[in-house]
């Protein structure tokens, strides 16, 4: 991998040692006048490399976790090496694609983030701990967290929040691009028309009922919950607010923020400058 971007440019490698050090390294490196910024990581380390990017500088995603949504779901292989070809062609003929990025109570967050559900399911995930190699265990573990989660609500959820503007809902999706997520190859169009170029986008369902568990899942997960009676949807917004009845997690990339009651999203449009 290193060899393919090493034919195009030449390259200062930095390796994290600790939770939120690439947002120190990317910052440093613009500090001492790098022009371009390559992070070769999981969505984590995207996060991180994104709230460390103060200046407009391009940004490479490459593939390094187990799912690395937001490279694939910008058109990367998920192949490492396949993947830094790509960039370092892109490199060369100076091919890049402006991005909108999403805050959520001022951190940035790439392609999703979310209040309870999904937030929950991070936290168990996490639980699981490391491999040998750093790497949290992989989409088939997070889709296991999220039916363990609904198993301990016994597949019956009532509203928990209020989405400012819209209504109640049992727990929200906001995005900032689709798919939300990977299961193996599949996509997960959680938030269908959520698009990189826009605002973000939310999924909010109101409440979850033991009788229609299984139908309610299959329509969120393939993205046809827009339209439903028992689902807020909002599109190209600017600005979503959330206030939960009491403490719920929050995530934004997949990583937990911790619990809040309170969380402000916000687009920040066209901001990011990435090689594709």
């Keep these: ?11 200062d490698v930095a390796l994290t040692e600790r939770p939120r050090h690439a947002t120190e390294l990317v910052t440093a490196a613009l500090d001492a006048g790098h022009e371009a910024i390559l992070v070769f990581s999981g969505d984590g380390g995207f996060n991180e490399a994104l ?3 103060a200046k407009d500088v391009p940004i490479g995603f490459l593939p390094g976790g187990g799912t690395s949504v937001l490279s694939r779901a910008l058109g990367m ?17 100076k091919r890049t694609r402006r991005i909108t990025v999403g805050r959520v109570n001022g951190r940035r967050f790439a392609f999703g983030a979310g209040v309870g559900l999904d937030a929950e399911a991070v936290r168990r995930v996490d639980r699981l701990g490391r491999n040998d190699e750093g790497k949290r265990p992989g989409d088939l573990a997070f889709a296991r967290a999220v039916i ?17 503007g819209f209504g109640r809902a049992a727990f929200a999706f906001v995005a900032n691009g689709s798919p939300y997520t990977y299961l193996k190859r599949l996509p997960l169009p959680i938030v269908p028309d959520a698009h990189f170029e826009l605002g973000l986008d939310l999924v909010a369902p109101i409440r979850v009922r033991r009788r229609s568990l299984v139908p309610f899942a299959l329509s969120i997960l393939s993205g046809h919950s827009r339209g439903r009676r028992n689902t807020l949807y909002g599109h190209d917004l600017d600005r979503v607010e959330i206030v939960t009845d009491a403490p719920m997690p929050l995530q934004a990339d997949g990583e937990d923020l ?10 920040e449009r066209g901001a990011v400058s990435v090689y594709v």
């Design 258 to 267: 911790g619990d809040v009651e309170e969380a402000v999203f916000e687009a």
């Design 77 to 93: 292989p998920h192949d490492a090496v396949a993947a830094a070809r790509k960039v370092g062609d892109s490199i060369v003929q």
């Design 51 to 53: 709230n460390g990017l």
């Design 1 to 11: 991998m290193q060899a393919e971007l090493e034919r195009v440019v030449e390259l």
């Design 148 to 164: 363990t989660e609904l198993a301990t609500h016994t597949g019956h959820m009532e509203p928990a929040l209020t989405v400012q």
